[in-house]
């Protein structure tokens, strides 16, 4: 049995009240005994139901809940003044039918007694109508609040897919350059290479499903990359881990590390000629998670936020967190360049 829609629901329960009210307000304050009050109030009943359902088809055939808000009002309004019209002619004339009219219409004229008694169905027509458009202009409003916050997610989701399908052709350039330059000079060691290669990029491919990831593993891809990279830097390249072991369960963006990493070689160990120094230190600070990548080398400008890495990293952090996160470079002990980005802590 199909079940009844919660229009119907209203409508039954709206009209079933417009009897009971009726009724309480006719034993309650009546002057004098009506004999065809309960067969009116019946009559009223089943007709609003008839004329309120017409309307509701004619509204929905108009579209008229799609209007903008100022011609919804009128629409509303011309709406109620014709079914109104409508209604009382429908009463008048079923009162003349079953003989229901009471002794004090029957002095007026037939569009007279429809004049006076549309001002009431007006009325009651009027609350009905702006129930049914308020339902439908809230449920309007909130379906495209909706519809925005699926939207925005899905361009965030598209934006995050978009960085990271750059991240890794750079990320592979750079790696296959290293081992290219060793393959003459060490084929075990390129062998060696390339097996480092691959798990570097299982890892990355498996990272394009992921939103954020444990530490521990981002900094797994950063040693294999690193140790690719002492092939082309062998000993100008010196690296340095400062990890606060409770931060290695702490989820930052894929790729994110190997990126500012990749980075400080890129713009900061390749320019030296003695080579330098990458440290990596993660810790908390005041509620925070703490992620730094310090290079050897001089940032020429600490304005400068329109290379790739940098780019990257900034919007990674505002698609995912918001206001919530934060990243800066700067140049630090006169010789060192310092990526710091600030994240809110993981609650395990």
């Not at 393959?183 to 691959?198: F, G, H, Q, Y």
Request: glycine share 4%; net charge neutral.
């Amino acid at each position: 049995m199909k079940k009844l829609s919660a229009y119907w629901w209203c409508q039954i329960g709206g009209w079933s009240s417009y009897v009971l009210i009726n009724t309480f307000f006719y034993f309650t304050i009546r002057t004098k005994p009506s004999p065809h009050f309960f067969s009116s109030v019946l009559l009223d009943a089943f007709v609003g139901v008839v004329i309120t359902h017409l309307m509701r088809i004619l509204i929905r055939k108009a579209n008229l809940v799609n209007l903008d808000l100022r011609r919804q009002i009128i629409s509303m309004f011309l709406t109620t003044l014709v079914f109104a019209i409508t209604f009382s002619i429908v009463i008048m004339r079923a009162d003349e039918v079953f003989n229901l009219e009471s002794d004090m219409w029957k002095e007026y004229t037939f569009w007279n007694k429809v004049m006076r008694a549309s001002f009431g169905y007006f009325l009651f027509l009027l609350i009905w109508n702006f129930i049914y458009f308020t339902y439908h202009y809230v449920e309007k409003t909130r379906k495209e609040k909706l519809d925005k916050v699926r939207l925005e997610s899905l361009v965030k989701e598209l934006e995050l897919k978009t960085i990271k399908s750059h991240i890794n052709p750079h990320f592979i350039f750079n790696a296959l350059n290293s081992i290219r330059a060793l393959v003459d000079e060490n084929p075990e060691r390129a062998r060696t290479a390339i097996t480092e290669l691959s798990n570097i990029l299982r890892s990355s491919m498996q990272s394009e499903k992921l939103e954020t990831a444990p530490l521990e593993r981002e900094l797994n891809i950063v040693k294999d990359y690193l140790e690719l990279e002492h092939i082309r830097f062998e000993d100008r390249l010196k690296v340095e881990y400062d990890i606060d072991e409770d931060t290695l369960d702490q989820h930052v963006p894929p790729m994110m590390l190997q990126t500012l990493v990749e980075n400080a070689i890129k713009h900061g160990i390749s320019r030296q000629i003695s080579g330098g120094k990458i440290k990596i230190i993660s810790d908390f600070k005041d509620n925070h998670h703490e992620l730094i990548v310090q290079n050897t080398g001089t940032l020429e400008s600490e304005n400068n936020t329109e290379g790739f890495g940098i780019v990257s990293t900034q919007n990674r952090l505002k698609l995912l967190y918001g206001g919530k996160a934060d990243f800066a470079i700067r140049n630090v002990n006169g010789n060192m360049v310092e990526a710091k980005v600030v994240m809110p802590v993981t609650i395990l």
